[in-house]
T-cell receptor
Framework: DAKTTQPPSMDCAEGRAANLPCNHS???????VYWYRQIHSQGPQYIIH???NNETNEMASLIITEDRKSSTLILPHATLRDTAVYYC????????????FGTGTRLTVIP | GAVVSQHPSRVICKSGTSVKIECRSL??????MFWYRQFPKQSLMLMAT?????????EQGVEKDKFLINHASLTLSTLTVTSAHPEDSSFYIC???????????FGPGTRLTVL
C-alpha cells in the first residue's frame, strides 16, 4: 500500500470548513483513497473514499487532484464533535487486504 | 454506514487469566475481519486478519498462541487473550470488511486492563 503524509495537527473554527490535506505521491492506479476518523477512546469511523473522481456524502467531500498524488477532505461546517484524529489511507479496494494506519491529523475544532 | 459491535467495551482482569472479546457485524456479512491494538497516544497496529472458516493470519511479532482468533461465522469473530499480563493492557479494536462495498467498518473498541 502506498504511504501517505498528513500534517500532525490542525485547528478549525466552529462553523467554518475544515480542509484536511493528504499527500500520496506514490499511489498506484488501482489504489483508492480512504478517510477515517477516530474520536478519543472510540473505534475509527469510516468517512469517505474515492478513486479519482471527487466524492461527496452526508459527512464530507473528498477532492482528489488530477494526478492523484494528493487529496483533501473537506468538512463543510465543522462542529465541536468533529474534533478527532483523521486518517488518510490508500489501499487496493479489492481483496481482503487491511488498512494500515499512519499517525493522522489531529483536528481540533475551536468554539 | 454498517455497524460493528464489540463486547465487552471494558474489562479488568487479573494477571494470568484469559479474556475473550467478541466482534460482530450487525447488518452485513463479513468473510474477513481484522483485529487491531492501540496503545496510548499511538496509532492502530494490525494484529491479525481473520477469515471465516479458516485460520487467522498474524502480523509479525504477534504471538498466535497468546492471541487466539476464531471466526466461526460470517458475523462473528472472537479474540481471546490467553494468560494476560499487564503489558497486554491496551485498546483492542476489530473491524469487518463488507464484501459488498469493500469497505472496512470498525467496532467501538475494548479497553483491557490487566492488573
Amino acid at each position: 500500500d502506498a504511504k501517505t503524509t498528513q500534517p500532525p495537527s490542525m485547528d478549525c473554527a466552529e462553523g467554518r470548513a475544515a480542509n484536511l490535506p493528504c499527500n500520496h505521491s506514490t499511489i498506484s492506479g488501482n489504489e483508492y483513497v480512504y478517510w477515517y476518523r477516530q474520536i478519543h477512546s472510540q473505534g475509527p469511523q469510516y468517512i469517505i473514499h474515492g478513486l479519482k473522481n471527487n466524492e461527496t456524502n452526508e459527512m464530507a467531500s473528498l477532492i482528489i487532484t488530477e494526478d492523484r498524488k494528493s487529496s483533501t477532505l473537506i468538512l463543510p461546517h465543522a462542529t465541536l464533535r468533529d474534533t478527532a484524529v483523521y486518517y488518510c489511507i490508500v489501499r487496493v479496494a479489492t481483496g481482503a487486504n487491511n488498512l494500515f494506519f499512519g499517525t493522522g491529523t489531529r483536528l481540533t475544532v475551536i468554539p | 454506514g454498517a455497524v460493528v459491535s464489540q463486547h465487552p467495551s471494558r474489562v479488568i482482569c487479573k494477571s494470568g487469566t484469559s479474556v475473550k472479546i467478541e466482534c460482530r457485524s450487525l447488518d452485513f456479512q463479513a468473510t474477513t475481519m481484522f483485529w487491531y491494538r492501540q496503545f496510548p497516544k499511538q496509532s492502530l497496529m494490525l494484529m491479525a486478519t481473520s477469515n471465516e472458516g479458516s485460520k487467522a493470519t498474524y502480523e509479525q511479532g504477534v504471538e498466535k498462541d497468546k492471541f487466539l482468533i476464531n471466526h466461526a461465522s460470517l458475523t462473528l469473530s472472537t479474540l481471546t487473550v490467553t494468560s494476560a499480563h499487564p503489558e497486554d493492557s491496551s485498546f483492542y479494536i476489530c473491524s469487518a470488511r463488507d464484501s459488498g462495498t469493500d469497505t472496512q467498518y470498525f467496532g467501538p473498541g475494548t479497553r483491557l486492563t490487566v492488573l
